[in-house]
């Protein structure tokens, strides 16, 4: 069973549990399973019934006895280990919480051994985390893909007094994470849906190819207006085609010029590749007053995009430049190492939409071996892909 969080007003603990409920996970198994770890006389679960904006979720609460305790890292580690929970629930929990650790550890400069959990270290935290575990044990959840996360605004109240919004902990955890601002007065990404969604998933992309067989809401718990404040999750079967990757989202950059010296279009090629551009172009273009110019073009990872940009203005005799998001589908490759005529050798192995595989041989393989053979490169290109087909 593949899975899809639509986190259209973010991702928090609560919401997750609470989608995965009507998705048809029971709140007694829930009850009874997290009962294995922690104290029953320490919490309780209510499901409820909520409407956000016209659209019926379920809202959970976990109720906390006034006696538990605020549990620091060492001491969650140690209730799961003891806890009678199946081994992959078990270990995506302990995953998740080492997230939280990792990014408290970085944020207050300490050992993680050391850090003390304020709100994530209390019993619905715990609830939120472990029983995420479950339903995705539960539900046979096997792959999980979400949408980019939108960040809220403003401040938050928490142990350590007002933070802003995203608050630190969020932010350290979703590094790396397509992520996009927003002007909400709100919290949409707690450091504890950060954790989790950033533990489960393994692509952040839009909607994938799917058949969609269930679909569950999760209600946060304050009302947003306009926007409903709810997290979407489906549940299904992902269109299963080796041969493509999923979807991602890249950059696009470009400036015109035609006032710079030729000769430093290629040493600025080579340093954007260094920079992570995954693709460069200079494609003659005519400008203002039908002077030829040279449009540059870069494709991206949108975390390359600031690094990529500041080359350009410095390396360039642009004054700016335009940017925009765009998304590609490439064909899956692996590099293989390959026995033909000339040795054995690497190559890249490329996977086509009807499961067949293709050789393609590096050109600086095929240049030096024809450097070395005192041959054409188009005879040793044409070589290597005849002996490798069908391999």
Not at 114 to 143: M, R
Not at 177 to 189: A, K, M, N, R, S
Not at 258 to 268: A, K, R, V, Y
Request: net charge negative; with cysteine; aromatic share 6%.
């Amino acid at each position: 069973m593949d899975a899809y969080f639509d986190c259209f007003s973010g991702i928090s603990g609560d919401m997750t549990l609470a989608a995965f409920v009507d998705l048809g996970v029971p709140v007694s198994f829930l009850l009874e399973s997290i009962g294995r770890v922690l104290p029953k006389k320490e919490f309780h679960i209510e499901e409820r019934k909520a409407n956000r904006n016209g659209i019926q979720a379920v809202d959970i609460l976990v109720l906390e006895s006034k006696s538990a305790p605020s549990r620091d890292y060492s001491a969650i580690q140690s209730l799961l280990h003891a806890g009678d929970l199946p081994p992959s629930v078990k270990e995506m929990s302990l995953a998740i919480f080492s997230r939280i650790a990792q990014a408290e550890a970085e944020i207050h400069g300490c050992p993680i051994d050391k850090v003390h959990f304020h709100e994530v270290g209390g019993v619905d935290a715990i609830v939120d985390i472990v029983g995420t575990a479950l339903c995705v044990d539960f539900l046979k959840i096997s792959s999980v893909s979400a949408s980019r996360l939108p960040l809220g605004s403003g401040f938050v109240t928490c142990s350590h007094g007002r933070l802003p919004v995203p608050a630190p902990a969020t932010l350290e955890i979703l590094k790396n994470i397509p992520v996009q601002g927003t002007d909400i007065q709100h919290e949409l990404v707690t450091p504890t849906g950060a954790a989790i969604i950033t533990t489960l998933a393994v692509e952040f992309h839009g909607m994938p190819d799917m058949k969609i067989e269930k679909i569950g809401y999760g209600a946060g718990k304050r009302d947003m207006g306009d926007i409903p404040n709810l997290l979407r999750i489906m549940i299904g079967e992902k269109k299963k085609d080796r041969s493509i990757r999923a979807d991602e989202k890249v950059e696009v950059l470009e400036t015109c010029i035609d006032d710079m010296n030729p000769e430093i279009f290629g040493f600025i090629m080579e340093r954007l590749f260094e920079d992570g551009a995954l693709d460069v172009y200079w494609i003659p273009v005519y400008m203002k007053k039908n002077r030829p110019g040279t449009l540059i073009q870069v494709v991206c990872p949108a975390s390359c995009r600031d690094k990529i940009l500041d080359r350009i203005l410095m390396e360039t005799t642009t004054s700016g430049v335009r940017f925009y998001e765009m998304e590609r589908r490439s064909l899956a490759r692996r590099i293989v190492e390959i026995e033909t005529s000339f040795g054995r050798l690497k190559a890249k192995q490329i996977t086509k939409p009807d499961g067949v595989t293709i050789i393609v041989p590096e050109y600086e393989i095929c240049r030096d071996i024809a450097i070395q053979k005192n041959i054409p490169v188009r005879v040793v290109y044409d070589t290597i892909c005849r002996e490798s087909y069908g391999k």
